[in-house]
């Protein structure tokens, strides 16, 4: 631990902060923590400049010639937008900025103070440690618990069950240990997100740890993980978020790594037979009926797709959880109705940036681009042809299930909004949604 006055211009607003998320650029980290809790950091900034000095010094890590803001953010984004208001990012903070800098006392500092940890792993122990009292925005502010889930996710800290540990122990069982001890703390990372485990062919359920696909080429696979991690082919910095792990486990597919998924199995076992009736025999009194659940509010179910959400997906993931957790189908419909229309967009723009299907033009209609990523995920196998022509069907402008349909919610201004045709809408879309944003 070492405690250095490093220039402001040095530090990198965290573009993966635990407060929101991976973002693609510290511009974006920035713009997110006022748009999360701009009241907090306008009260943090006065805070800075009445008394003209910062009483923590922020938690800064190396990268490359600059240095990441693991703890600290908001001080360091106030300091930031006190030394050149036009990085704030709408008129008004630049404004605000602007006219708080005059304030401080004395000369404002070109450098801060910061307590400098080159060891990340380090740096997490840290943070599972802090984050306590809100002081109206002045203190650190609480991690609620989509703030805890992004930390556990990124880093495998405070999950239950150490996967590296069951791990090391199936290989083991197996003869298949690298001969060099495997760094169980980057091991936990690369694999903090459920959706990461399942491609590697294990999945934690109910604190345990279970092989999903075949077993013998899921054990491979995981030698052939823990190999290069023993021996530093792969490194810490290489799997520091998430685009870094997708893209190291993306590189396992495209070698025919990773373990080929298990047919499901069609058999169903058979139902008891009945007690033959006998002279004395009662019929046994029916079970009361279970209470009915009660429905999910919201448009997309309470149930895990399987998505990891690297940095370029953030709006896609901040409009997720809107329609999956916030807006309620009996109260907001026509919000719901053309967030979902933007969800549709923005997933398909995604496959097409990411995975360049033939023939999509920029001039395309919603549905032709829709029609044409959907007949590229039939090529690859990710679809079949019934759920193809069922795509295909959403061009058909007369059908209520169709891109038509979100077309008029959200541009015609007598079109009454259902929410029972918006969940059959998402019933029909969800999987080619889920595609496109994992492409």
Not at 399 to 404: C, L, N, R, Y
Request: hydrophobic share 35%; charged share 25%; net charge positive.
């Amino acid at each position: 631990m070492t405690y250095r006055k490093l220039p402001l211009a040095s530090l990198i607003v965290n573009p993966a902060n635990d407060r929101h998320g991976e973002l693609e650029n510290e511009t974006a980290a920035i713009a997110q923590l006022f748009a999360a809790q701009e009241p907090h950091m306008r009260n943090l900034a006065k805070d800075l400049v009445n008394k003209g000095e910062v009483f923590e010094p922020p938690l800064v890590f190396p990268s490359g010639d600059k240095y990441i803001v693991a703890d600290g953010n908001r001080r360091t984004t106030c300091l930031k937008l006190l030394a050149n208001p036009r990085r704030a990012p709408t008129v008004e903070l630049q404004q605000f900025f602007a006219d708080l800098k005059p304030k401080w006392p004395g000369t404002f500092p070109d450098k801060l103070e910061c307590r400098v940890e080159a060891d990340r792993d380090r740096v997490d122990d840290i943070l599972f440690r802090r984050h306590t009292g809100v002081q109206g925005g002045i203190g650190q502010s609480t991690w609620n618990d989509r703030m805890k889930t992004n930390f556990v996710v990124r880093t495998g800290k405070g999950g239950g069950l150490n996967v590296a540990d069951e791990i090391e122990k199936l290989l083991k069982e197996a003869k298949l240990l690298p001969g060099r001890k495997i760094p169980r703390s980057n091991l936990n990372r690369l694999l903090s997100a459920e959706t990461l485990r399942n491609r590697l062919g294990i999945s934690v359920r109910k604190g345990k740890l279970d092989i999903i696909r075949d077993r013998a080429e899921t054990l491979s696979t995981l030698h052939r993980v823990a190999n290069d991690l023993a021996s530093r082919t792969i490194t810490l910095e290489q799997i520091w978020d998430t685009e870094a792990k997708l893209a190291y486990i993306d590189g396992l597919d495209t070698e025919g790594v990773l373990p080929k998924v298990m047919p499901k199995s069609g058999a169903k076992p058979l139902p008891s037979p009945a007690p033959a009736p006998g002279p004395s025999h009662v019929p046994p009194r029916p079970a009361p009926a279970p209470p009915r659940p009660q429905a999910w509010p919201h448009l997309i179910p309470d149930v895990n797709y399987g998505i990891t959400w690297p940095a370029h997906l953030q709006r896609h993931r901040a409009i997720w959880e809107e329609l999956q957790y916030k807006l309620e189908l009996s109260e907001e419909p026509n919000a719901i109705s053309v967030l979902l229309r933007v969800l549709l967009e923005l997933s398909i723009e995604n496959y097409v940036k990411r995975a360049q299907p033939t023939g999509v033009q920029e001039a395309d209609k919603l549905s032709r681009k829709a029609a044409k990523v959907a007949a590229d995920l039939h090529t690859k196998g990710k679809i079949d042809k019934k759920y193809l022509g069922a795509i295909n069907k959403l061009q058909q402008g007369e059908g209520i299930v169709s891109i038509d349909t979100l077309n008029r919610y959200v541009h015609s201004p007598n079109f009454s909004v259902s929410p029972e045709h918006l969940k059959m809408l998402w019933e029909t879309l969800a999987d080619f949604v889920v595609h496109c944003l994992t492409a």
